[in-house]
Each structure stands twice: as structure tokens, then as C-alpha cells.
């Protein structure tokens, strides 16, 4: 059970607008209610979400070193755990790695009962930091996405899944969004399955709420006149809206439907292209990233997602929370929990445009109740998701999936 108040520490390399960087500080908000202090402990301020983090919650800027003094640090790594990092310390993870003597020294200074940490590389630096602070600090880890899917993303990730083998199991705890994820993990970095938790991301249902009573601005959107289905996410391979596009294709050839995709990416050249080529240009629209999608979700007759692979999907949580009918694919992690096997919305394979289609054609002709979307919506509430993520944190009950 969670105990008294306590001091919690959340650690993300920067608030710069990612859906982890949001789901840590709705739960730093439902902990300093329940009478937690809370730090969110970053590598670099002035990013995106600085001005969000609640009030009774403190922004801690480490300020790191430079590479040239992490490698020095590596001194004070056991041998083994140095031969392990050098590989990825010539690649992106440098900053991060740069930042554990920094981050042990806030741990001997603040002395946090418990460090929460999500994203990839700072989970490791944290247990790293954890150690050299030896302060007895509790380290729960949060992964987020297949990891099995980030190593095969590249060469230079090949050493990652046995760096986190010989380091998640120091940690106190090990959270993953979905039991595809834990899964995964479990499988990749060969750790055992009973050491990881599930917990869900948590939805604040009343910040999306007043997020969905606002105007999109969008032409679409100011009459029901003609139904709008709408993709989110970043414009890149995951998410796949080239299968999107040609669905839409295939379905708005039989009855009057248009398209709104939101994000940005590396792909958005080619989906523009792809709209010319099919002459969707007067019924598909790319504006770009937008700050209040909930306010399209509440509008649009349709949500669908094309990903390839997910951890788990906030988005289509707050469609739910908006009362938006959902169709997916039924990628390994993550729609198929959220929609309870397709209880709450359809599922399709993966990168098949005709199915995708005949989904939105059913769901568009039999539109289930926004409440009882709402309803299960519900479950996920940040409220419910804090309490299991303090379970773990305080050492307390702990959820396995």
C-alpha cells in the first residue's frame, strides 16, 4: 500500500513535448497531490513543456558535462560496465552518459526516497547514477516501446539489449507501458518476465476535457456535414500513412468522407506526393503538428491508426476520452489492450489498405456511443494509473501484468 509522504524524482533528458515527457508530468502533478514532494530532474531547460510543469513540482536543470568528461567518468564504472558502454558513447546516448556524475551527486544531495526514470539511455544512466550515489535511493525504470524494434533500427544499437540485461535487474523495479512491451523486453534483453510490471500510460481526462472544448480552427471541422476521419502521429515509417492515405482512397470512392492527418516528419514529401498521385488534394489535409489534437478527436467521426508498431498509444486513449470511434492495426504492442481484442474498436492487419478500409466503412455505418467509449476511457484515468506507478515506486503492492 503507499505509505506517507515521500520524495520522488522523475528524470527525462528534456521537456520538449513528446507524449512521455507529458504522461511524467501528469503523474508528477497526481503525486503531489496525494502529498509527495516531487523533483523532475532534466539534462537541458527551455524546452517545450517547461511552462507545464504543475506548481508544487520542482524543475531541477542538471547542466551536464561534455563527452570528453563523461569518458573520464568511466572511471568510476565497474570494468565489466565500461567495456559495455564504450560502444554507444560514439553515438547519440553520449549526453545522457555525460550526465551520470551529475545526476549521483543530486541523488547524494536531495537524497530522493524513490527516481523514476523513461526514455531510452536515461534509464540506464539512472541506475548508474544510482550506484555511484549509493544512497539507497529506489530505481524504477519505465520502458516504452519495443525494444527488439529500436536495436534493429540500427547497427549501432547491436550491444544494447546486453548492456540492459546486465543493468535493469539492479534496478528496483522495471515498468513497461503494455505486456507487449514487458514482453518484448523480457524476451530481447533476457530478463525474466515475473521482474516486469505493466502499468498503462495515465489519461487526465479533465485537462483533455477542457483541451477538446477548444476551436481547431480547421474548416473541416466547423460543420457535420460530411464526416472526417483523422490519423495523428509523426509522419515517419512507424507510423505507416501511406496505408492510410490509400484506404481513405478506397473508401471516399463509395461515399463522401475526408481526411485529416496531424504531425510531422520525414515522410510528409512523400504523403504529399502520394495525395497528388491518387488526386486527393481536395479531401485530404496535412497541417502539421497542432497543440490541442483532442479538439479535432471530439470533432472527427473517426479516429484510425495505421502504426506499424506502438508501446502503447496515448492518442488512442484520448480518443476514447473524446468519445471517438477507433480502427487500428493490430500491431504486436498496444491497440489490441487498449481495445480489449477489438471490444472497443476494430483491428486490422498490419499495412493492408482494403481492410483498413472495410473497418472504417463498418465503424463509420454502425458509430458506437461516445459514452461508452468515454466508459472505457475511464480506466486509464491518471488518478487510478498514479496509484499503481506509487505501488511500485514505494515499494508497496506491485501490478504485474
Not at 24 to 45: C, K, P
Not at 101 to 128: C, G, I, K, Q
Request: include cysteine.
Amino acid at each position: 500500500m503507499e505509505r506517507g509522504a515521500e520524495h520522488i524524482a522523475i528524470f527525462l533528458r528534456a521537456l520538449n513535448g513528446g507524449g512521455a515527457e507529458r504522461v511524467m508530468l501528469t503523474l508528477a502533478e497526481r503525486f503531489t497531490e496525494r502529498g509527495h514532494r516531487v523533483d523532475v530532474v532534466i539534462l537541458r531547460s527551455g524546452e517545450a513543456l517547461d511552462d507545464l510543469v504543475p506548481p508544487r513540482v520542482r524543475l531541477i536543470d542538471l547542466q551536464p558535462p561534455d563527452c570528453v568528461t563523461a569518458l573520464h567518468r568511466l572511471g568510476d564504472f565497474p570494468v565489466d560496465d565500461r567495456r559495455a558502454v564504450l560502444p554507444l558513447l560514439a553515438w547519440k546516448p553520449r549526453l545522457q552518459m555525460a550526465c551520470v556524475a551529475h545526476l549521483a551527486n543530486y541523488l547524494r544531495r536531495e537524497r530522493p526516497d524513490a527516481m523514476l526514470s523513461a526514455l531510452r539511455f536515461n534509464t540506464l544512466a539512472a541506475v548508474w547514477a544510482g550506484q555511484l550515489a549509493g544512497t539507497g535511493t529506489r530505481q524504477i525504470v519505465s520502458e516504452r516501446n519495443e525494444l527488439s524494434v529500436e536495436v534493429a533500427s540500427s547497427k549501432r544499437l547491436r550491444h544494447l539489449p546486453d548492456l540492459i540485461h546486465r543493468l535493469y535487474p539492479r534496478a528496483d523495479g522495471i515498468i513497461a507501458v503494455s505486456r507487449g512491451v514487458a514482453d518484448d523486453l523480457a524476451h530481447t534483453a533476457r530478463i525474466g518476465r515475473d521482474r516486469i510490471a505493466t502499468i498503462p500510460n495515465p489519461l487526465d481526462l479533465e485537462r483533455l476535457q477542457r483541451s477538446a472544448a477548444s476551436r481547431t480552427g480547421h474548416p473541416w471541422l466547423e460543420t457535420d456535414s460530411i464526416p472526417v476521419i483523422l490519423g495523428i502521429g509523426r509522419l515517419d515509417a512507424q507510423t505507416d500513412f501511406e496505408t492510410l492515405i490509400r484506404a481513405f482512397s478506397l473508401l471516399c470512392a463509395h461515399r463522401p468522407c475526408l481526411l485529416i492527418i496531424l504531425g510531422e516528419g520525414t515522410e510528409r514529401p512523400r504523403l504529399e506526393g502520394l495525395v497528388r498521385e491518387l488526386g486527393l488534394e481536395h479531401c485530404v489535409s496535412l497541417p502539421g503538428f497542432v497543440d490541442a489534437p483532442a479538439a479535432y478527436l471530439a470533432r472527427a467521426a473517426l479516429f484510425v491508426l495505421t502504426s506499424r508498431w506502438e508501446g502503447l498509444p496515448n492518442v488512442m486513449i484520448e480518443a476514447l476520452g473524446c468519445g471517438c470511434p477507433v480502427v487500428s492495426t493490430n500491431c504486436r504492442s498496444g491497440p489490441s489492450e487498449i481495445l480489449d481484442n477489438g471490444k472497443w474498436g476494430r483491428l486490422v492487419p498490419l499495412g493492408n489498405p482494403r481492410w483498413v478500409a472495410a473497418a472504417m466503412q463498418d465503424t463509420l455505418d454502425d458509430h458506437p456511443e461516445p459514452a461508452r467509449l468515454r466508459a472505457r476511457a475511464e480506466d486509464f484515468s491518471s488518478e487510478k494509473i498514479a496509484g499503481r506507478y506509487l505501488d511500485v515506486l514505494l515499494g508497496g503492492r506491485n501490478d504485474r501484468g
